[in-house]
């Protein structure tokens, strides 16, 4: 069976704390190092086009609307858990670099709507392959089934923080 840091590390806080039940480290810790693999890669796979996460975030947001690819601020605020005025700047600043434009929303006077520009929807299309290809590479070393099999107890354990 391979080792790993977790292993070491676990096997340190049992010989020096063995009052301690500490086989809770043996998922979260790996968890949380493989959350910090997974942070570099979708780092990495922005990058490559150019894109902060927080702007891949609000893009990919709008992407997954479907055509108009477009969402009012308030929907956008909640598929990427930001305060209003950090989704204004953030708004600001893609529409300054060309990747949404806003426009009236003819349901609402008062209301705009975001939208992605042809250059934003290239852009997060193409990010979001370079992640996904990032995101196998990560997950090679396990079997399709596996791989569902991981993914169907990571959603147990975080169906309580979603609802």
């Not at 975001?114 to 250059?119: A, N, R």
Request: avoid cysteine.
């Amino acid at each position: 069976m391979n080792t790993d840091e977790v292993d070491r590390l676990v096997a340190a806080w049992r010989q020096e704390r063995p009052d301690l039940d500490v086989e809770p480290l043996q998922v979260l810790s790996r968890v949380s190092r493989l959350a910090k693999h997974l942070d570099r890669a979708r780092r990495a796979a922005f990058a490559e086009h150019a894109l902060e996460p927080w702007e891949f975030d609000v893009l990919t947001a709008l992407r997954r609307a479907g055509k108009p690819y477009e969402l009012s601020p308030g929907a956008l605020l909640r598929a990427t858990l930001v305060t209003s005025g950090t989704m204004t700047n953030r708004i600001d600043r893609l529409a300054q670099a060309g990747l949404v434009r806003r426009r009236p929303d003819p349901e609402d006077r008062r209301g705009v709507l975001v939208s992605l520009t042809s250059e934003g929807l290239d852009r997060v299309d193409a990010a979001f392959a370079g992640l996904l290809r990032r995101e196998h590479d990560l997950l090679a070393g396990l079997g399709a089934d596996d791989q569902r099999a991981l993914a169907g107890l990571l959603r147990t354990l975080l169906a309580p923080f979603d609802s």
